[in-house]
């Protein structure tokens, strides 16, 4: 885990650190491409890697008794990367051509429109994987920069889980890792709170006219990750929107037929987050199922839940959290949050008792916090020519071509 996630993207090279991710194993100062792949293969090992706003991570699967050798792959892939001209243009490729074909994905033109809408200039404002006209533009020498200013040994974190002697990782460590460069830049970076969305209150539709359904996407300030408000907030969530039996689930699919997918989610970041209400539906019924969850958000806000619902949704979370730590590769990802994110070193013992000692007044002020005390952010991705005039009411529209979400 490197702290060099999105958040560190220069300016104008939004996506740089997903695509540098994607470059680290194709290629180093003594293994090419090809080579590491069979090293990788021969093995029956895996490696893949990938960005979130706050991280870069290095995900490297394999038996115990080639640990050793995927670990010093890994040491050579993290440590001097060669970001060969021809995989860099092979990975612009790629890039470029999902970024075509998500065009053809309402789902992530939402999500991604939903993303700016929330956050605007904020460090979180951009995707992860940047934009078209930024990909364009990245050279092995942005790579190069990159990876010298934002990825050394003192921004990393290095989570081993298996059959593995902690003497012998300690070991095997030192030598993988042995001459790396400290990152010119290896603070990590500071990130602003953030009190209101970028667009709050306000609508943003976005216009793909061969849709015959709308995208629709609610949001407002959730927590950061760690915050206290964590089990309260999650115990909520479950009720209104996030498990099968929710309030939104109830009301939009089984009721009224609106959608057979609609939830509710929190996304908690290091320094802040959101929380959001997903659906779809057909274009003549895009604003009967905005009214119907903003209606489902203020009962809750005002009435909180019943002793019933709290006790469904601590059972249900109780149960759940377990399998995040059945799988080596599960334990790693909760060891990495909770030194990453400072959860303390009794967030899984103590999870279950914290979760049950949740109390109704106490999610009925989570509800209170989170649901939305101010106008959200709505976005709509649909025909806009029809769904413009059922959007009236909700606040100041503004209709943006799907392109400029390329």
Same mark, same amino acid.
């Given at each position: ?19 540098? @991710? ?24 895996? #490696? ?6 706050? %991280?870069?991570?290095?995900? !490297? ?28 243009? #092979? ?11 998500? #065009? ?59 059959? @593995? ?16 460069? $400290?990152?010119?830049? +290896?603070?990590? !970076?500071?990130?602003?709170? !953030? ?32 915050? $206290? ?12 929107? +996030?498990?099968?039996?929710?309030? %939104? ?12 997918? @609609? ?78 994110? +400072? ?27 989170? #649901?939305? $005390? ?26 943006? $071509? ?5």
């Amino acid at each position: 885990m490197l702290h060099a996630g999105s958040i560190t993207d220069p300016k104008d090279k939004e996506g740089l650190a997903d695509f540098t @991710v994607r470059l680290l194993r194709r290629g180093t100062e003594t293994l090419s491409a090809d080579a590491i792949d069979e090293a990788i293969e021969f093995v029956g090992a895996s #490696l893949s890697g990938g960005v979130s706003e706050d %991280l870069m991570s290095l995900y !490297v699967t394999t038996p115990a008794e080639h640990f050793s050798s995927m670990l010093a792959v890994l040491g050579q892939i993290v440590r001097e990367p060669s970001f060969p001209e021809k995989e860099v243009e #092979l990975a612009r490729e790629r890039t470029l051509a999902q970024f075509a074909n998500d #065009l053809d994905d309402p789902d992530t033109i939402t999500s991604r429109a939903f993303n700016r809408a929330l956050w605007g200039e904020h460090p979180y404002g951009h995707d992860v994987g940047g934009k078209a006209a930024h990909v364009r533009t990245f050279t092995r020498e942005d790579l190069v920069r990159f990876h010298r200013e934002r990825i050394g040994p003192q921004t990393a974190l290095l989570v081993v889980v298996g059959a @593995v002697k902690p003497e012998v990782v300690a070991a095997e460590a030192e030598k993988a890792f042995a001459g790396w460069a $400290p990152a010119e830049q +290896g603070t990590p !970076v500071a990130v602003p709170t !953030v009190a209101r969305m970028a667009q709050a209150g306000k609508v943003i539709l976005v216009d793909k006219p061969d849709q015959t359904q709308s995208q629709v996407r609610i949001g407002g300030p959730g927590y950061r990750l760690g915050h $206290p408000d964590y089990f309260a907030a999650a115990a909520m969530n479950i009720v209104l929107g +996030g498990g099968f039996t929710s309030r %939104l689930v109830n009301e939009i699919r089984v009721e009224r037929g609106l959608s057979y997918g @609609v939830g509710s989610y929190f996304d908690a970041m290091s320094a802040a987050g959101s929380f959001a209400i997903s659906t779809f539906t057909k274009t003549a019924s895009t604003r009967e199922i905005i009214d119907v969850a903003l209606a489902e958000v203020a009962k809750m806000r005002t009435g909180g839940i019943t002793p019933r619902e709290l006790k469904t949704a601590q059972t249900y979370l109780a149960g759940l959290y377990p399998l995040r730590t059945e799988t080596n590769e599960s334990v790693a990802s909760v060891i990495a949050d909770i030194r990453v994110y +400072g959860l303390g070193e009794d967030w899984v013992e103590k999870f279950r008792e914290r979760l049950h000692a949740v109390t109704a007044k106490q999610v009925k002020e989570a509800a209170a916090k989170y #649901l939305f $005390p101010e106008p959200p952010v709505i976005v709509v991705l649909g025909r806009a020519a029809e769904a413009k005039k059922l959007l009236k009411g909700l606040g100041p529209i503004r209709v943006v $071509p799907v392109s400029e979400y390329a």
